[in-house]
């Protein structure tokens, strides 16, 4: 079982689970698609939470959305989870709901993420459109794995970690290590100078002995992590939502919520739902 603390969690399992059930009745009066799901981050099916609106278990957007009957099914649902006790859980919960059309993979997203975007490119891909949730924890997605999609017919749910993540590796003082530089690196797919450009600043003080420079993270940092990031988006998909702010219960941004697609009209349902969620 999965343990995550706060309401977030359950917020963005209800944006997915209503953005999926629009979806499908948009696509019901298509059947020349083929409908793909495809989860990077699935879980072990149930989450565990603390919070007002269930202090014990809820179920996991894997088991939502595999139960979905009406307005139609999904044809394909593909889950990724590298855990594998949590794959093997998961699994063994999906096949009491539904068995055809479920597959349950040990294996990095990233990498699947990759094997999708040539699946979608080949002869045998090319009548399926794919709804995809992609929910990391931290910084675990690269920023290739994204761009390996772009002209894809894919729309992609993207838990972006700007709090709980970027921001935690941009240190005040500037004093970060390669090994957290080259992380930034490939999430973002920028390279270290720019991305210290971007949230550093650098001031020039007179002191005792001379001009001394002092580097120093910038105010609006945190705006900065998810501008960046969804400009960055913008380039491989036409269009981007809104962004759903999940924040702890301290009201502390943990993370930006996004719908990523080549449709307009898909960003107009996400964006009245994240209107509702918000409201």
Not at 82 to 95: G, I, P, V
Not at 166 to 171: F, K
């Amino acid at each position: 079982m999965n343990s995550f603390g706060g309401n977030w969690t359950y917020q963005k399992i209800k944006i997915i689970e209503n953005y999926a059930k629009a979806y499908l009745e948009i696509m019901k009066g298509r059947p020349y698609w083929k409908l793909l799901y495809f989860d990077g981050f699935a879980g072990s099916g149930e989450i565990r939470i603390d919070g007002a609106i269930d202090s014990k278990v809820i179920e996991g957007a894997a088991k939502k959305i595999v139960a979905l009957k009406e307005p139609k099914m999904f044809d394909i649902c593909y889950f990724v989870e590298l855990d594998k006790s949590k794959a093997k859980n998961l699994q063994d919960s999906l096949y009491q709901i539904r068995k055809a059309g479920i597959f349950v993979v040990e294996d990095d997203c990233n990498r699947k993420l990759h094997d999708m975007a040539e699946f979608l490119k080949s002869e045998k891909g090319k009548n399926h459109k794919v709804l995809a949730f992609i929910d990391p924890c931290g910084m675990e997605v690269n920023w290739e794995s994204l761009a390996c999609l772009k002209g894809l017919p894919v729309d992609m749910w993207l838990l972006i970690p700007t709090g709980i993540g970027v921001n935690r590796l941009l240190r005040r003082d500037n004093h970060i290590s390669e090994a957290w530089w080259q992380k930034l690196e490939r999430f973002y797919g920028l390279s270290k100078e720019l991305l210290n450009d971007t949230f550093y600043k650098t001031e020039t003080i007179l002191t005792l002995f001379g001009e001394e420079d002092i580097v120093f993270k910038d105010p609006k940092a945190l705006k900065s992590i998810e501008k960046i990031y969804i400009d960055r988006l913008n380039e491989i998909f036409k269009y981007v939502s809104k962004p759903y702010v999940l924040k702890n219960k301290n009201q502390s941004v943990m993370f930006h919520f996004v719908l990523t697609s080549n449709s307009e009209v898909a960003i107009k349902i996400a964006n009245d739902i994240i209107k509702k969620m918000a409201s």
